[in-house]
Nanobody, 121 residues
Framework: QVRLEQSGGGLVQAGGSLRLSCAAS????????MGWFRQAPGKQRELVAT???????YYEDSVKGRFTISRDGAKNTVFLRMNRLNPEDTALYYC???????????????WGQGAQVTVSS
């Protein structure tokens, strides 16, 4: 069993910054990738950013240059630094990890509990 514990988020004015954190724990052999998704009211969940175990990163177009994903491999933790936030970034943000677990030896997806990010204009 794997648990993803999120922290961070909150309310910020447009132009401000926030940081999200997500720590994975449990029967982990290796974490292949970690990332962040978000879901705004009335919209589908969308991928925001990912980082692989060899540090390859991907960003959704609207956050490029403003958001930075990073990872502490030793602590199985992923961070999302969000700068120059705007009201369109308002959403529930979820952490995701593709984890190779013991004893199954399979890679499965796990999700954090979600954190609200609200950007006021």
């Amino acid at each position: 069993q794997v648990r993803l514990e999120q922290s961070g988020g909150g309310l910020v004015q447009a132009g401000g910054s926030l940081r999200l954190s997500c720590a994975a724990s449990g029967s982990i052999i290796d974490i292949k990738a970690m990332g962040w998704f978000r879901q705004a009211p009335g919209k589908q969940r969308e991928l925001v950013a990912t980082i692989t175990d060899d540090s390859y990163t991907y960003y959704e177009d609207s956050v490029k240059g403003r958001f930075t994903i990073s990872r502490d491999g030793a602590k199985n933790t992923v961070f999302l630094r969000m700068n120059r936030l705007n009201p369109e970034d308002t959403a529930l943000y979820y952490c995701n990890a593709a984890v190779l677990t013991h004893p199954s030896g399979q890679v499965n997806d796990y999700w954090g509990q979600g954190a609200q990010v609200t950007v006021s204009s």
